[in-house]
């Protein structure tokens, strides 16, 4: 049975995720490990294979099999944060995601980098946009993720920064442009916005490094990203999404309302204090 203290209920309120090293067996995470490797047209035990690969952000290829059952063993924690008896089961298989070392990772000296966030649910942004929402998002590490290593990057309270925004705006507005999937920054005053620029470029990421089998469970309004790669070795990442059956319902009552619709969470107070911290110009 999977259960989360009250501290880590707080934490995940207050920062929208957090990080788990017991929730799957090894061997377990290896065979899906197996499967992406024999899927993949790369060594990823070569670094001249697989330094400058870029992203893939969908691993074609890849059987249902071990991921299917990897979702399934997530679904009781996924239950334990969010509610039990609220969510939708997942579906066959995960999304498989690789992120490969940057090009110059061979380099004496490495470039300038940054990393860029993003909201999920607006990849398929067009002149009809329709948003997919979820309630909690799970990552999965497939073998061992170390510091700059692609490791899952996220911006710890921002999904309260994401509430803030659609309590007046749409779900379909943000970074007012399509297929931008980008919150705007923070103006100097509460309630306000500026749109010339990005919420992720204005507050500092924090990246999540790990070994094969840690799950990063997050808020699905907090923003994240794949980080900077500038190692030897691709990162592998299985991802899931859990939805409450009735996500089409509420999904925008959910926007502003982080944690309404989290039975779990109910009595589990923000901490005051803790907002994102706004770097000077």
């Excluded at 500026?194 to 990246?207: I, S, V």
Aim: charged share 25%; no cysteine; glycine share 12%.
């Amino acid at each position: 049975m999977v259960s989360f203290t009250d501290a880590e209920r707080r934490s995940f309120a207050r920062n929208g995720f957090l990080t788990r090293d017991d929730l799957l067996p090894a061997e377990l995470v290896e065979d899906a490990r197996g499967s992406v490797v024999d899927a993949i047209d790369v060594d990823p035990d070569d670094p001249d294979q697989v330094i400058g690969s870029g992203y893939e952000v969908a691993v074609e290829g890849v059987p249902e099999e071990p991921f299917t059952v990897i979702a399934d063993a997530l679904f009781p924690a996924a239950e334990a944060l969010v509610g039990e008896g609220v969510l939708a089961p997942p579906g066959p298989g995960m999304q498989v995601a690789l992120k490969f070392p940057d090009e110059d990772a061979a380099d004496p000296v490495h470039g300038p980098k940054s990393v860029a966030g993003h909201l999920d649910g607006y990849a398929a942004f067009d002149e009809n946009p329709e948003v997919t929402t979820f309630q909690l998002g799970a990552a999965v590490y497939l073998e061992d993720v170390g510091p700059r290593g692609g490791g899952f990057t996220v911006w710890p309270g921002s999904h309260r920064v994401a509430a803030a925004y659609f309590e007046d705006h749409a779900l379909e507005s943000v970074g007012g442009t399509p297929n931008n999937s980008q919150l705007p920054a923070m103006g100097e005053e509460a309630g306000e916005w500026d749109y010339d620029r990005r919420f992720y470029e204005q507050t500092d990421p924090y990246e999540v490094a790990g070994s094969a089998g840690t799950v990063v469970l997050w808020h699905g309004l907090l923003t994240h990203a794949a980080g900077i790669n500038t190692g030897e070795r691709a990162r592998m990442a299985a991802i899931s999404r859990f939805s409450r059956e009735d996500v089409e319902d509420i999904r925008r009552d959910a926007a502003s309302d982080l944690f309404g619709y989290w039975p779990a969470m109910a009595g589990v107070p923000f901490v005051e204090g803790g907002e994102p911290v706004v770097r000077e110009e």
